[in-house]
């Protein structure tokens, strides 16, 4: 389970006891301004601010790196489809395999755009994700209304999925210990089984859970946790800096 989510909720930080609300409506505050905002640079204080705040939270540099490497990556391929793809102002002409590929301004311009925006809504919501536990986001989610068949199946998900990885693991293990994937035809014919083994293993899993909490007065809903009353320091620092950010976003 710490291989995903990391051991950054087992520390305190500066954010582990602000209410998850007070959170959740500063980052939607934060995504709807770095969406619709026009420059790159508010996206990218965005992001600085939200890697920042992850480092001082206690987050490794590695798992900074491995959280983004994906949406870094989509960002980075943005750039270049709309570099070459898009705009009509010639900036550069490189060849690869005889193919001459003309960069433009005008597309370059939108793929920064886009991947600064990218970048900020990715850093500021793996933030929240890393200052909150999953089970407090998914209650805050419930308070404002989203509904609630989607809480339940992202909290099964999320119980399940670490229950699958640990399978994952023993039937790697042993594949490995029996020289499974010593060459390319026998590793992806021993991923092959690993990936059967654990759809099966799934839909034995969900046939068990779910006769035990029929068994146990289960009804079609989930408990949630209860919010105490918001606190008027926390929601005045929250609006004094989605007040600050938006004043940066209007310049």
């Given at each position: 389970?710490?291989?995903?989510?990391?051991?950054?909720?087992?520390?305190?930080?500066?954010?582990?006891?602000?209410?998850?609300?007070?959170?959740?409506?500063?980052?939607?505050?934060?995504?709807?301004?770095?969406?619709s905002c026009?420059?790159?640079?508010?996206?990218?204080?965005?992001?600085?601010?939200?890697?920042?705040?992850?480092?001082?939270?206690?987050?490794?540099?590695?798992?900074?790196?491995?959280?983004f490497a994906?949406?870094?990556?989509?960002?980075?391929?943005?750039?270049?489809?709309?570099?070459?793809?898009?705009?009509?102002?010639?900036?550069?002409?490189?060849?690869?395999?005889?193919?001459?590929?003309?960069?433009?301004?005008?597309?370059?311009?939108?793929?920064?755009?886009?991947?600064?925006?990218?970048?900020?809504?990715?850093?500021?919501?793996?933030?929240?994700?890393?200052?909150?536990?999953?089970?407090?986001?998914?209650?805050?989610?419930?308070?404002?209304?989203?509904?609630?068949?989607?809480?339940?199946?992202?909290?099964?998900?999320?119980?399940?999925?670490?229950?699958?990885?640990?399978?994952?693991?023993?039937?790697?293990?042993?594949?490995?210990?029996?020289?499974?994937?010593?060459?390319y035809r026998?590793?992806?014919?021993?991923?092959?089984?690993?990936?059967?083994?654990?759809?099966?293993?799934?839909?034995?899993?969900?046939?068990?859970?779910?006769?035990?909490?029929?068994?146990?007065?289960?009804?079609?809903?989930?408990?949630?946790?209860?919010?105490?009353?918001?606190?008027?320091?926390?929601?005045?620092?929250?609006?004094?800096?989605?007040?600050?950010?938006?004043?940066?976003?209007?310049?």
């Amino acid at each position: 389970m710490h291989h995903f989510t990391g051991d950054i909720h087992t520390t305190r930080h500066f954010l582990t006891g602000v209410d998850a609300r007070v959170k959740l409506l500063c980052v939607l505050a934060l995504l709807v301004m770095t969406v619709s905002c026009r420059g790159c640079v508010f996206p990218l204080l965005v992001a600085a601010l939200s890697l920042g705040t992850c480092l001082l939270m206690g987050v490794r540099p590695r798992q900074l790196l491995l959280r983004f490497a994906e949406p870094f990556f989509i960002a980075g391929m943005v750039v270049l489809l709309k570099c070459f793809c898009s705009g009509t102002t010639p900036l550069f002409t490189i060849g690869i395999a005889g193919l001459p590929l003309t960069g433009h301004a005008e597309g370059l311009r939108e793929g920064l755009l886009i991947a600064s925006r990218i970048a900020g809504a990715v850093s500021v919501v793996s933030a929240v994700g890393f200052a909150t536990p999953f089970t407090e986001l998914m209650a805050a989610l419930a308070w404002l209304r989203v509904p609630r068949g989607f809480i339940e199946i992202a909290l099964f998900a999320w119980r399940y999925l670490f229950v699958l990885f640990e399978d994952a693991q023993v039937v790697y293990c042993a594949q490995k210990n029996r020289l499974g994937y010593a060459g390319y035809r026998r590793g992806l014919s021993s991923f092959g089984t690993l990936a059967g083994a654990l759809v099966i293993k799934a839909f034995d899993n969900s046939q068990t859970v779910t006769t035990a909490m029929v068994q146990r007065g289960y009804d079609g809903t989930l408990p949630l946790l209860k919010h105490r009353p918001f606190r008027l320091a926390e929601v005045a620092a929250a609006l004094v800096v989605v007040a600050g950010m938006g004043i940066v976003w209007k310049l």
